[in-house]
């Protein structure tokens, strides 16, 4: 029995351990909305909208990484979107917003997800 994935040539350990990550990453997401809903009315009224669609944003990302860990190559797009959004992110916090609260650690979590050793193939 071969080892790798007939698919694509991917060994199947490194499969397993990316698609592993990304259900592990999934689970965080639902984690924050989970945090993001329990505190949402606290929020004060001028930020609800923000918070509102954060809270919800990380539902999607959940998704996201769900479809992704299940089936990476089915979902032409997908991987671009969710890299751009992470890279996005972390560019304008690092420039427009680095003083913000939580900001520092946005960019370094985001800087290090998008790393070699995480990429989607899991070289």
């Given at each position: 029995m071969s080892q790798t994935d007939t698919f694509n040539?991917?060994?199947?350990?490194?499969?397993?351990?990316?698609?592993?990550?990304?259900?592990?990453?999934?689970?965080?997401?639902?984690?924050?909305?989970?945090?993001a809903a329990a505190s949402i009315q606290s929020t004060r009224a001028d930020a609800a909208v923000a918070a509102t669609w954060q809270m919800f944003g990380f539902l999607v990302f959940a998704g996201l990484f769900v479809l992704l860990a299940y089936r990476p190559?089915?979902?032409?797009?997908?991987?671009?979107?969710?890299?751009?959004?992470?890279?996005?992110?972390?560019l304008y916090l690092a420039i427009f917003?680095?003083?913000?609260?939580?900001?520092?650690?946005?960019?370094?979590?985001?800087a290090h997800s998008r790393s070699p050793s995480s990429s989607p193939t899991c070289s």
């Open positions: 040539g991917v060994p199947r350990w490194k499969r397993r351990v990316a698609s592993g990550l990304l259900v592990l990453t999934a689970l965080g997401a639902v984690l924050s909305f989970a945090a190559h089915q979902y032409p797009g997908v991987w671009e979107l969710v890299i751009f959004h992470k890279a996005a992110t972390a917003a680095s003083d913000a609260a939580g900001a520092t650690v946005t960019v370094a979590v985001d």
